[in-house]
């Protein structure tokens, strides 16, 4: 784990708030001139802290409107299943995330498809997969909090 200061921290915090912001903007935001600036985000990215960029999109907007999380069990839990199982949802399209649990499933997956029909076909198709044993789907109404931003005040490194 990188050991962040107090200005790495603000560099983080604005990036995560706009990661359009110019170095030039930035570097006057958080105190810095831009070449002291430039270097830090450029030492952040290289140690792996920043992972990206990119632009969040509205899901309905582009007519995926159902957001599906999807707790699967698996026969066994051998390395082989547990990599198996990962390398087939990690190719899927429509799995935005996929979590190895603790509890009463194996994995817990983010599902975005377009409707009910498209959700049919993807579990059908999916559970294909060898080793599935159990899959418990649960639809999500509406978001009360979506963010992407990380908590930087609560990280062990303060």
Not at 117 to 130: H, L, P
Request: with cysteine; aromatic share 6%.
């Amino acid at each position: 784990m990188i050991t962040l200061d107090a200005i790495d921290r603000r560099i983080l915090e604005r990036l995560q708030h706009d990661g359009r912001l110019s170095n030039a903007d930035l570097a006057e935001q958080v105190g810095l001139s831009s070449s002291p600036c430039w270097r830090r985000v450029k030492a952040l990215e290289e140690a792996g802290v920043i992972k990206g960029y990119a632009a969040q999109l509205d899901a309905k907007s582009i007519g995926l409107s159902v957001n599906v999380f999807m707790s699967v069990s698996l026969s066994t839990q051998v390395e082989k299943a547990l990599k198996d199982f990962e390398r087939a949802a990690a190719e899927r399209p429509e799995v935005m995330e996929c979590y190895l649990m603790t509890g009463d499933s194996d994995y817990l997956l983010r599902i975005v498809v377009p409707d009910l029909e498209a959700y049919e076909r993807f579990v059908m198709d999916f559970t294909k997969i060898a080793g599935i044993a159990q899959i418990r789907s649960s639809f999500a109404l509406r978001p009360v909090k979506q963010g992407t931003a990380l908590p930087l005040g609560v990280s062990r490194d303060r």
